[in-house]
């Protein structure tokens, strides 16, 4: 493989490595906290599905790059501008409405992606895809029934949801956004181009919304710069909690 | 809670060919949330390919006060169990 499409294979990795992680480790937040057993036992199941996910795009990620970066180094040694995660994965958990409507927006994405990406012409990203995919097939079918019953439930109910709607739905339009690695790599066939998945996650997200009785927002100001590493305050706070043991006892095993 | 969020029976398949088993409970608004609970409390360890959730209401139990005339009348005839025969070793098990 050229250097130049290693180099972006490099970065997009990484990018949804740090996707995958930091949701995983927002959803992991809300172990021994959730509303119901059997909810403290599905979000844990989740945020390990995408943790993970995150390990094995971090590792391909260090092979490719060929400097000797093993997943930790990627997850626990980097500082919070190095992380280029979309700004949707750090926003707060919020209530319960909040994490099963970015669970929902972020899995609608992610299925379509992994799905194409099974047609990479990388082999071992390929693999991840393959396993991937059915992983978040089931993270769309569980936020979304949730979304549909707090949407369309009690008047209380209601009211969370359209506020996490109101809240979450601008940092959406990140997740389509395409560059110059994104298009060597969608031209390259290795990856999704991710704007090709917006009829999709479009579908989704509209079923969803019909039977939750929810209206996506007529007007917003979409927000972005994950990419770039410009990131919001929360996930500084985040990256403090997740690095402390691995930064505070360098080298240590366990 | 409860009201909102009735107990369901689980029961588990673990392989094809097997029997579906009584695992447990869960709590869930409805039968779709019960079958994902379900899912997300019992086969976390690859314990299953297909799952039943029963509302727990729709079970009839037998009266544990009845136990005596229910089942020990069954522990004295030892010719039900069919124990009593040779079986050629060419037939292999059972």
Known sequence: MEQRLKDALFRQLVRLGDDCLILGHRLSEWCGHAPMLEEDLAMPNMALDLIGQARALYTLAGEIEGKGRAEDDFAYLREEREFTNCLLVERPNGDFAHTMLRQ?????????????????????????????????????????????????????????????????????????????????????????????????????????????????????????????????????????ELQYVARAHPGARW | MTEETPLWEVFIRPRNGLSHKHVGSVHAADAELALQAARDVYTRRGEGVSIWVVPSRAIVASDPARKDENFEPAASKIYRHPTFYDIPEEVGHM
């Open chain 1, 104 to 240: 929902l927006y972020f899995a609608a994405f992610m299925q379509p992606y992994w799905h194409a990406a099974q047609g990479s012409a990388h082999d071992g990203f390929a693999a991840i895809a393959a396993k991937a995919v059915k992983e978040m097939a089931y993270h769309v079918r569980h936020a979304g029934e949730w979304v549909i019953r707090l949407g369309d439930g009690t008047e209380e109910s209601a009211r969370r949801m359209r506020e996490a709607v109101d809240e979450l739905h601008r940092f959406t339009p990140e997740l389509f956004e395409t560059d110059a690695v994104t298009d060597a790599l969608a031209e390259a066939g290795l990856a999704p181009d991710p704007a090709s998945l917006r009829p999709e996650w479009d579908r989704v997200v509209d079923e969803v919304f019909r039977e939750a009785r929810l209206e996506r927002p007529q007007r917003f100001f979409p927000r972005s710069g994950g990419r770039a590493g410009l990131h919001g305050e929360d996930l500084g706070h985040l990256l403090t």
